[in-house]
Each structure stands twice: as C-alpha cells, then as structure tokens.
Nanobody, 127 residues
C-alpha cells in the first residue's frame, strides 16, 4: 500500500522560505515519478513541479527560479524548497506519485495523471 506523508507547511511572511518534505512507503521509490501540486481555496489543483527517478525536473512557469524540487531515493523522500514566498503561494501542497515507465513523467501535468497522493501540508503566506 502506497503511503505519502507531507510535512513542513507553515504560516510565514512574504519573502521567507520553506522546505516541504514527503516521505513515501510501500513503493520501490526509484521506480516512481514524483510531483508537488498545490490547491488554493476556490481554485483547481495545479502542478508545481515534478521530478523523475533520474533527477530530471520540470516546473510550472509561475514558480521557476523560486521553487526547487529534489529527491533522496535512499530515504524515499521528496523535497520542495520554496524561496521568496509570495501571498499567491498560499495553498495546500500535495505530494503525488506515478510509475515513471507508465507513460512518462515530466510531461504529466494533470492531477489525474498521478494515482497516489498524500494528505497535504498547508502553506500560508502573509504580506
């Protein structure tokens, strides 16, 4: 059974930084494409960044240069480093996983492309 558990969300001031983590269990981690999505109140869930098992990455245009996705396959942990936080980054952040060989990784943008999800971690940015 796949389990993804996020942590690291917090209430911070604009301009600050955070590191989100997502620990996986129940999977052969190196087989999986991992992603971060976020959902703000009243908005659809959107892809933030994805990382393939080989470390290749893709980002949403809105976060390029401020967000960095990384993974530690030995620890089965996914990270999202967020710098220069803005009020529009306020959202619930979700970790997601899909098998890398089942149709690819980096081009996948829709929540429906990922079959495994964590419960989310809340980020609130105040100005």
């Amino acid at each position: 059974q796949v389990q993804l558990v996020e942590s690291g969300g917090d209430s911070v001031q604009a301009g600050g930084s955070l590191r989100l983590s997502c620990v996986a269990s129940g999977i052969v981690y190196s087989w999986y494409c991992m992603g971060w999505f976020r959902q703000a109140p009243g908005k659809e869930r959107e892809r933030v960044a994805v990382i393939d098992s080989d470390g290749s990455t893709s980002y949403a245009d809105s976060v390029k240069g401020r967000f960095t996705i990384s993974r530690d396959n030995a620890k089965k942990t996914l990270y999202l480093h967020i710098n220069t936080l803005k009020s529009e980054d306020t959202a619930m952040y979700y970790c997601a996983a899909r098998l890398s060989w089942s149709g690819g990784c980096l081009p996948k943008r829709l929540p429906s492309d990922f079959g495994n999800w964590g419960q989310g971690t809340q980020v609130i940015v105040s100005s």
